[in-house]
């Protein structure tokens, strides 16, 4: 069946520095994804989503790159800052109104 | 404000005994989940509603019970079927057809720990 895995469990950068977050699916006939932030104890929060019929999509600090030749999603953070620590979800949607999360990431960010 | 809201935050449960999470949401939404989470996972879909009166198992329903009598409630009862129920609840919404399509809005979470 699909899946949606993540390459890292934990990733540990500078503060300042840029991060990136790798996913990998299987399901080719994904049309839609989406980055969560969770922060403890919370629920996830959008960060940013991109169709199958797109390659990149940029938001504010946040970049989503879409590679579907090898099913490889990522997330890209400019500048992170101790507010960006959480885990990140990546989530694909293959049937109306039904996401399949993978494990998450867990970003640290050391001052 | 419009928004998710799941209550209690945290629940505490002997073991044999059900136990209802409550969510609810103002956001005008058809669709509503419940998720499960365990420590370090990602989340796991028990059940979900695309219409009121009307909801499907997800990938892990056994033991769970869902109900959805009004459009914006949609609780979950965890009932001592479920072998291993502590875990963080979570619900969410999301409007068919919108914009975002697929995006869920989540609530808060529930805790539930069994004793």
């Known amino acids: 069946g699909e899946s949606v895995g993540l390459h890292l469990p934990t990733l540990s950068v500078q503060e300042g520095d840029n991060s990136i977050i790798n996913c990998a699916y299987s399901n080719s006939a994904s049309d839609y994804f989406i980055w969560y932030k969770q922060e403890s104890g919370k629920g996830p929060q959008f960060i940013i989503d991109i169709r199958s019929n797109m390659d990149k999509r940029q938001g504010q600090r946040v970049t989503v790159l879409l590679n579907k030749t090898v099913k490889h999603l990522s997330l890209q953070i400019a500048a992170t800052q101790p507010g960006d620590s959480a885990v990140y979800f990546c989530a694909e949607n293959d049937a109306v109104q039904k996401l399949v999360f993978g494990q998450g990431t867990r970003l640290t960010i050391n001052p | 404000d419009g928004g998710i809201t799941q209550s209690p935050k945290y629940l505490f449960r002997k073991e044999g005994q059900n136990v209802t999470l409550s969510c609810e949401q103002n956001?005008?939404?058809?669709?509503m989940y419940w998720y499960r989470q365990d420590p370090g996972q990602g989340l796991r879909l028990i059940y979900y509603?695309?219409?009121?009166?009307?909801?499907q198992k997800g990938d892990i329903a056994e033991g769970y019970s869902v109900s959805r009598e009004k459009k914006e409630s949609f609780p979950l009862t965890v009932t001592s079927a479920q072998k291993n129920p502590t875990a963080f609840y979570l619900c969410?919404?999301?409007?068919?057809?919108?914009?975002?399509?697929?995006?869920?809005?989540f609530g808060e979470g529930s805790r539930l720990t069994v004793l």
């Open positions: 509603s695309q219409i009121v009166n009307d909801f």
């Open positions: 956001l005008n939404h058809d669709a």
């Open positions: 969410a919404s999301s409007h068919p057809g919108g914009p975002k399509n697929g995006e869920l809005f």
